[in-house]
């Protein structure tokens, strides 16, 4: 079954202590990126990437990171996370121009 | 810049009733992409229906369809016969073919919580 699979679901955790995020994809798909959604702000790209070793910032990268080393992976890493970070998080991958597919969500908490 | 503006933040309609859902967008660029999802309150993105730029026809999928009326950089959803497992959140997004980088980014509108009544 074609999917994207992220782990975990669910995430609390105290500001400063360094967490990852996974992403996995099983569609061979170019295109990944990461979103951030929060209430009344919609969805906003946090990075994205075209293909292997090649990433790049979104609208709000401050305080994420991200690496592609291989075609299927895209994890997110928050080196110390903060408060502001609170938030449901989405990969989506995707062919060139085509539509994206997004995995189930993380929801994540930092007190 | 582009932009999606979704106006209506929550909407009731009564089961088997027809309603549409606003978005208005803009852009500068010819080539574009217009995406409908819908978030239940399980959180997951399903994507709904999409409208390239140069569709000539308004895109349909099942019970929804796209009036997309591109002189007023409009691009609305229509359920029709509602049910109640069409209540979630609605969001209006957009991908600029033009955009170089991005990824292929999607800009989202703010999103619209559609409650389905009996």
């Known amino acids: 079954e074609a999917q994207v699979t992220q782990n975990p679901r669910y995430l609390i955790t105290v500001t400063g202590k360094k967490l990852t995020v996974t992403c996995s994809q099983n569609m061979n798909h170019e295109y990944m990126s990461w979103y951030r959604q929060d209430p009344g702000l919609g969805l906003r790209q946090i990075y994205y990437s075209m293909n292997v070793e090649v990433t790049d910032k979104g609208d709000v990268p401050e305080g994420y990171k991200v690496s592609r080393k291989e075609k299927r992976n895209f994890p997110l890493i928050l080196e110390s996370p903060s408060p502001n970070q609170t938030s449901l998080y989405f990969c989506?991958?995707?062919?060139?121009?085509?539509?994206?597919?997004f995995g189930p969500g993380t929801r994540l908490t930092v007190t | 810049a582009q932009k999606i503006t979704q106006t209506q933040p929550g909407m009731f309609v009564q089961e088997k009733e027809a309603v549409t859902l606003d978005c208005t967008y803009d852009?500068?660029?010819?080539?574009?992409?217009l995406f409908w999802y819908k978030q239940p309150s399980s959180g997951e993105m399903i994507f709904l229906i999409y409208?390239?730029?140069?569709?000539?026809q308004n895109a349909t999928e099942g019970r929804y369809s796209l009036n997309f009326q591109k002189a007023r950089k409009s691009a609305n959803l229509v359920i029709s016969a509602s049910q109640l497992g069409d209540s979630a959140m609605y969001f209006c997004a957009m991908r600029d073919w033009a955009l170089t980088g991005g990824g292929n980014k999607l800009t989202f509108g703010t999103g619209t919580q559609l409650k389905v009544e009996l």
């Open positions: 989506a991958s995707s062919l060139s121009g085509a539509e994206q597919y």
């Open positions: 409208q390239g730029s140069y569709d000539e």
């Open positions: 852009t500068s660029d010819q080539s574009y992409g």
